[in-house]
């Protein structure tokens, strides 16, 4: 889709706690799922302790993780892959969590002159027109710099649940990424309300664009709004015909 026609989508102004009103509920077995989440860090982290991290985007379920491993104290590092093309919000939540929890985050960004090649060939926003040249802005914008960011460790720690998209339906707590590192899942299980409900009762800070209606945030250029029905990732690459619509990141995996 060529950038002079694609869609422009406005973004309402966020209402805060807009998010805690729509999607924090307690329900049954919360505090079940809550321990085996606890569980599933803790066992990770002490058994690659020094060589775990978590891969954070800021999302909601990522800032519940990160409270969980500050809370509990584990021997866990907080990556941020900051692609460039971030929504300011975002960039503001990164200082915003350091402050909360008294953290410094890694942060991973995209090889620069790799950059500067792709957008002198297609320019700033080439995911408009083709699958093929968003998933090539994917690669070089996340994937790759998450090959570095995960380089010399065994584990890492991301913020998937089987509700977010029939892709991943199946996730497990744990399982192994095409390099053979575990790769752990602690809310796997969760439900959208839980998330919301973990981050009210502990106060965690999140994402004002949540508040916005865009439960899944990636770059700015690739997330809209979802209107009420629509599919959790529907705001993502929503121009695609492919109900496929992933980054790369976690396509290649095998149960633990």
């Keep these: 889709m060529p950038e002079s026609t694609r869609p422009t989508i406005p973004i309402e102004p966020p209402l805060p706690g807009r998010a805690f009103a729509l999607y924090a509920r307690h329900l049954p077995g919360f505090e079940a799922r809550l321990q085996q989440a606890v569980q599933t860090l803790t066992q990770a982290a002490h058994a690659h302790a020094g060589r775990i ?37 975002t960039l503001a ?85 095409e390099a053979g590192r575990l790769k752990v899942n602690p809310l796997a299980a969760w439900d959208w309300a839980d998330v919301w409900h973990y981050l009210q009762q502990h106060r965690v800070p999140y994402n004002p664009l949540h508040d916005a209606f865009m439960p899944s945030i990636g770059c700015a250029p690739c997330t809209r709004p979802i209107a009420v029905g629509e599919d959790f990732r529907a705001g993502r690459w ?19």
């Design 53 to 89: 991290v978590q891969a954070t985007s800021l999302g909601a379920e990522d800032m519940v993780i990160t409270d969980l491993i500050v809370r509990h104290r584990l021997p866990v590092a907080v990556a941020l892959i900051d692609t460039g093309r971030l929504h300011p919000q």
């Design 93 to 177: 939540l990164r200082a915003q969590a350091e402050a909360h929890w008294g953290l410094t985050m890694e942060v991973w960004q995209p090889d620069a002159a790799a950059l500067h090649a792709f957008e002198s060939e297609h320019g700033a926003e080439p995911m408009y027109r083709s699958i093929a040249l968003r998933q090539a802005c994917c690669q070089l914008r996340k994937v790759e710099p998450l090959q570095r960011l995960l380089h010399g460790r065994r584990a890492w720690i991301t913020g998937l649940r089987r509700q977010q998209s029939a892709h991943r339906a199946d996730v497990p707590l744990q399982e192994h990424d």
């Design 238 to 256: 929503w121009w695609e015909d492919d109900t496929r619509r992933e980054c790369g990141l976690h396509l290649s995996t095998h149960a633990a």
